[in-house]
């Protein structure tokens, strides 16, 4: 019972100081954006592609 209240202590403590994320996450972010993002059009178009009839 003893960690408990260390436990909330430190949650405060995170909730409390912010971390600007580092130039290197910003551009993991994006890229990792940028490439589900052209994933999922190219899955649209194969779908289209080579499956006309299920769409209609």
Known sequence: MAEEPKLTE???????EYEPL???????????IGLGIALLFILVWVSYTFFPASHG
């Open 22 to 32: 580092l130039p290197i996450e910003k551009k993991l972010i994006v890229w990792s």
């Open 10 to 16: 430190e949650l405060k403590k995170m909730e409390a």
